[in-house]
């Protein structure tokens, strides 16, 4: 009688560590879907800042990293004249073409707004350069998947920089390369637009 109870408590012992151990599987399902879901963009799928900052350590142990920074020109007025949900197919089709258009260890990010950032490790300006200039192109030439936009042409203006500006600021001088870059992307604007 002692040996069936033993063993009917090592099969509930076995059953419930078996259900443990779902339960566990799953729960680790969802804490990586939410730290998924915590470091990219709900409308384009593209990183967000807690990515970079997630990936920060990493990409400070690289040598040089090329920033560039994308802006969508008059992206106000398709939001005035469309709708926002007009605006947000136009956001997801261009983070689309960025990720189409980057190489895969480069880094998007949806930066803020109509504003995209990339990240490209290594400082190839003839590739950075070229890079802004398919992405430009692309947005250009593209037709948006939405009836109401019709024959609209959407434009970006890009600017280019690069990191560390000084080596021995390389713990804090990200933020100065993405304001130098956004600085560039500015004066692109100021001298006319749908330019890197």
Not at 114 to 129: Q, T
């Given at each position: ?38 470091l990219s963009d709900p ?154």
């Amino acid at each position: 009688h002692q040996k069936l109870q033993q063993q009917r408590l090592e099969a509930l012992i076995a059953q419930r560590t078996e259900e443990l151990r779902r339960v566990n599987q799953r729960l680790r399902q969802a804490n990586d879907a939410l730290t998924a879901e915590s470091l990219s963009d709900p409308l384009t799928g593209l990183g967000n800042r807690r990515l970079l900052a997630q990936n920060w350590h990493e990409l400070r142990c690289l040598p040089q990293l090329a920033v560039i920074l994308i802006d969508l020109d008059h992206f106000k007025r398709i939001n005035d004249r469309y709708g926002h949900g007009v605006g947000d197919v136009v956001l997801r089709e261009v983070a689309t073409l960025i990720q189409r258009l980057k190489e895969p260890q480069d880094m998007a990010l949806r930066w803020g707004g109509e504003e995209f950032l990339l990240l490209l490790p290594g400082l190839d300006a003839a590739r950075a350069l070229a890079l802004g200039e398919r992405i430009r192109l692309a947005v250009r030439a593209h037709r948006f998947n939405d009836p109401s936009l019709g024959d609209a042409q959407v434009t970006c203006s890009l600017g280019i920089s690069h990191w560390p500006l000084l080596p021995t600021l390389r713990e804090r001088d990200l933020d100065g390369s993405i304001e130098l870059a956004d600085f560039a992307m500015y004066r692109v604007k100021s001298q006319g637009r749908d330019a890197t």
